[in-house]
């Protein structure tokens, strides 16, 4: 008799437990993106390496603080933190600073981050849409940038 096997096999034991990260690692999930940190200082926050900062969240750091296109942020000596290692960002303080919807899973070490206000607000005074991606019935993924200089009507709808 055939072995009845189930379509996906991490799905086998859905409530097993299994590591989201390799030990010592953490977890950031931002703008629909897993990002896994390899090199966070121990402890329970969560703090980076400055110059991770650009792969989390697109931000980098220079003289005037944390800049991201014409956006900049001054930092504090409680967000940008230096030792002889070098200099760290702790991401919860940046968020608190910043007014960024910020929850923990500090025993898993995963940290998911809001969008940030002042970028929201960015894009409502230019008038563009935040990038995106789609897929279409057919399989073809859509970018908002390959409508660029067309006009377009984008009508979202959620069952939710």
Same mark, same amino acid.
């Given at each position: 008799?055939?072995?009845?096997?189930?379509?996906?096999?991490?799905?086998?034991?859905? %409530?097993?437990? +299994?590591?989201?990260?390799?030990?010592?690692? /953490? $977890?950031?999930?931002?703008?629909?993106r897993? =990002? @896994?940190? $390899?090199?966070?200082? +121990?402890?329970?926050?969560?703090?980076?390496?400055?110059?991770?900062? $650009?792969? =989390?969240?697109?931000? @980098?750091?220079?003289?005037?603080?944390?800049?991201? !296109?014409?956006? &900049?942020?001054?930092?504090?000596?409680? =967000?940008?933190? +230096?030792?002889? @290692?070098?200099?760290?960002?702790?991401?919860?303080? %940046?968020?608190?600073?910043?007014?960024?919807? &910020?929850?923990? !899973?500090?025993?898993?070490?995963?940290? +998911?981050?809001?969008?940030?206000?002042? /970028? /929201?607000?960015?894009?409502?005074?230019n008038?563009?849409?935040?990038? %995106?991606?789609? $897929?279409?019935?057919?399989?073809?993924?859509? /970018?908002?940038? !390959?409508?660029?200089?067309?006009?377009?009507? =984008?009508v @979202?709808?959620?069952?939710?």
């Amino acid at each position: 008799m055939a072995k009845n096997m189930m379509a996906f096999p991490e799905l086998r034991h859905p %409530f097993e437990e +299994s590591p989201l990260h390799a030990a010592g690692e /953490r $977890t950031v999930l931002y703008q629909g993106r897993r =990002i @896994t940190v $390899t090199d966070a200082r +121990s402890g329970d926050g969560l703090v980076i390496p400055a110059k991770s900062l $650009t792969a =989390i969240n697109g931000f @980098t750091i220079k003289p005037e603080g944390a800049c991201l !296109d014409d956006l &900049c942020i001054p930092l504090n000596d409680r =967000i940008l933190l +230096s030792d002889d @290692t070098g200099n760290w960002i702790d991401l919860e303080a %940046f968020a608190d600073h910043v007014g960024q919807p &910020c929850v923990a !899973d500090r025993a898993a070490g995963v940290w +998911s981050f809001g969008e940030i206000p002042a /970028r /929201r607000q960015q894009t409502l005074l230019n008038a563009r849409a935040p990038e %995106f991606e789609v $897929t279409d019935r057919n399989g073809k993924v859509l /970018r908002l940038a !390959d409508l660029k200089g067309k006009k377009a009507l =984008i009508v @979202t709808w959620s069952s939710w």
